[in-house]
């Protein structure tokens, strides 16, 4: 059985990250886990008196678990889900270090999230909880941009840098089966910024394996030179009707490559598809 992990801070956009994972494996049988997550820096002494006579920790989960409880019920309704298919937890911990341990204890296969609040330059798109989620947890991560409404995602792209290629496990294990599964026509683009010889080694071993892919899922290749990573991506999916991205990310190359902005153009501060990371090993 698939295991899900649900990130939730009660906000609408970890909500509606939610309501996106139900109905995209709701042909699937999941067991489900929705994790809320308090950090010590969220208090001040207030909350401290507060608790009274009742145990610190008790004081400070209590009300979260009774939030969650009431959504799990909600979500349990409105998407029919079998009972005890859905568990919260909550914990008090730095958040990577809490989704860590969940995922050891419950053999957690994917992780859903929507975006956060953006903290800085390089966390234009996600968010700092976001972004240290894909940076830190080696894990399948699927995240859902705010305001975001559910579509089958159909058309996915999968970009390539010169350090990624088909054979990766990433590719072969995790991106073919979960095409075949929820989607129907793979876009994949080979990407150099800078058109180097590596490029033409790297389109003929693509070559190679699209004969072997075809057999199992219908796909589009192109290769896409000169252009940084993030703009090709976002052109593309701006003129193709792509439902969902798709990374395959190397120790943080790939994706701070992604996320990578020049002095003349800033990249967007919204990420408008899902996107699907998988980590190389």
Do not use: W
């Not at 394996?209 to 057999?215: A, C, I, Q």
């Not at 193709?240 to 798709?246: A, G, K, N, S, W």
């Amino acid at each position: 059985m698939k295991t899900i992990l649900l990130l939730t801070d009660f906000s609408q956009n970890s909500i509606n990250a939610i309501r996106y994972a139900l109905n995209l494996f709701k042909t699937q049988e999941i067991q489900y886990y929705m994790l809320h997550v308090k950090s010590a820096s969220a208090y001040t002494s207030d909350d401290l008196i507060a608790a009274g006579p009742k145990p610190i920790y008790q004081s400070l989960i209590e009300p979260a678990k009774k939030k969650l409880a009431s959504l799990v019920d909600t979500l349990q309704r409105e998407f029919s889900l079998p009972e005890n298919s859905m568990e919260y937890l909550v914990d008090f911990d730095i958040l990577t270090n809490s989704i860590q341990q969940v995922i050891a204890s419950k053999g957690i296969d994917t992780i859903v999230m929507g975006t956060n609040g953006a903290t800085g330059a390089k966390e234009v798109i996600f968010g700092s909880n976001t972004i240290n989620v894909i940076r830190k947890v080696d894990c399948p991560t699927l995240v859902i941009p705010e305001g975001f409404e559910y579509r089958a995602p159909n058309n996915i792209v999968l970009p390539l840098d010169e350090g990624t290629t088909l054979d990766d496990t990433a590719f072969t294990d995790n991106i073919i089966k979960f095409v075949k599964t929820y989607g129907k026509l793979l876009h994949i683009l080979r990407i150099d910024p800078h058109h180097s010889k590596h490029t033409n080694h790297a389109h003929l071993d693509d070559l190679e394996h699209m004969e072997v892919l075809k057999d199992h899922v219908d796909s589009h290749y192109h290769t896409i030179n000169n252009i940084p990573v993030y703009y090709a991506v976002h052109s593309y999916i701006q003129t193709h009707p792509i439902d969902l991205v798709t990374l395959i990310t190397h120790k943080e190359r790939f994706f701070e490559r992604y996320l990578s902005t020049s002095s003349t153009a800033r990249i967007s501060n919204n990420l408008i598809l899902p996107l699907l990371i998988f980590h190389s090993h």
